[in-house]
């Protein structure tokens, strides 16, 4: 065969896939389309308020550390940080490091660590 007798080959296979694809998507946009339609009608009542979100309630890990450590004034090491948090060695060891980088954290000495005012 020549190239150009290939290439014919290949653009009719290509529009043949390209016909195969535009199927199935039509196929896939019907079955999407009921579903979109079972929403439930709306009923006049009163209008939900919404709250801000406390920040007591979106309080992580991190940042109860974070409350641990200012509340110490002289430092706190990482064997007492894991007594009050209840956390691993490696995972508070990984918040610490984080936080110290972050700059929300200071080393005094080797493993004291104090908060950033």
Known sequence: MTITKDLKAISKELMKLVKQTEKLAAELGKAEKPAAKSVKPKTKSKPATKKAPTKAAKKTDTDKLLAIINRSKKGI????????????????????????KQGKITRVEKGIYVGVK
């Open 77 to 100: 090491d990482t064997a007492t940080l894991m007594k009050k948090t209840g956390f691993d060695q490696k995972k508070v060891r990984n918040m610490l490091n984080r936080t110290y």
